[in-house]
């Protein structure tokens, strides 16, 4: 069984600063993926970032980087320089290797409001 | 513009009556979900198809049904049978329902309300 656990219900950042969204997880799986999704109030989930469990290097896509750190089973998304449109709902998910791609794991999310 | 279109994007339902709810996509996907997300909460799977005429139960599929007639649609239906039907139901789909790295596109999702 899979487990994600994302603590912060609720984030605050001022514009133009970074934040880290926290997110843990737990897998019997030796191979998985992590993503992270962005939730706007338009309801519509959009994809933002992968990692592989064996990648070598934390991913990066623009502003976003993940901070990935696999002894603590963690998998925190950073977002640098924030903007008022990254004001949304976050949430992490994890699948095993080879485990059909709707078949993830979803975290509670956490809601993240930047402040002008 | 290639994506998934739901409809309706608000839906009252009195008790009782069934309800269908559409998943259109013109991505070319062979597999399709139905999640169910509540207040607070992460997204939950009802049912998933991953070829034409052929779709299997999620972790939380009692009371809903889907058909999956052709390769772009996958409507859900929300039965009288589903206990507590009052929520936010989003469609998605992948390109590889079996690739490790392979994302998922989704709608804008559909507010069901029971009265």
């Known amino acids: 069984a899979q487990k994600i656990t994302q603590t912060q219900p609720g984030m605050f950042v001022q514009e133009k600063e970074a934040v880290t969204l926290d997110c843990t997880y737990d897998t019997s799986d030796p191979s998985y993926g992590l993503f992270w999704y962005k939730q706007p109030s338009s309801g519509e989930m959009i994809f933002l970032i992968y990692?592989?469990?064996?990648?070598?290097q934390n991913a990066t896509e623009g502003r976003y980087s993940l901070n990935f750190q696999k002894a603590r089973k963690s998998a925190n998304l950073v977002i640098s320089a924030s903007q008022l449109g990254d004001s949304a709902m976050y949430f992490c998910a994890m699948r095993g290797v080879n485990t059909n791609a709707g078949k993830s794991t979803f975290g509670d999310g956490t809601t993240l409001t930047v402040k002008p | 513009d290639g994506g998934i279109t739901q409809s309706p994007k608000y839906l009252f339902r009195k008790e009782g009556q069934n309800v269908t709810l559409s998943c259109e996509q013109n991505l070319n996907h062979d597999a399709m979900y139905w999640y169910r997300q509540d207040p607070g909460q992460g997204l939950r799977l009802i049912y998933y198809s991953q070829i034409v005429n052929d779709f299997q139960k999620g972790d939380i599929a009692e009371g809903y049904s889907v058909s999956r007639e052709k390769k772009e649609s996958f409507p859900l239906t929300v039965t009288s049978a589903q206990k507590n039907p009052t929520a936010f139901y989003l469609c998605?789909?992948?390109?590889?329902?079996?690739?490790?790295?392979?994302?998922?596109?989704f709608g804008e999702g559909s507010r069901l309300t029971v009265l």
């Open positions: 990692q592989g469990s064996y990648d070598q």
């Open positions: 998605a789909s992948s390109g590889e329902a079996a690739t490790n790295t392979g994302e998922l596109f």
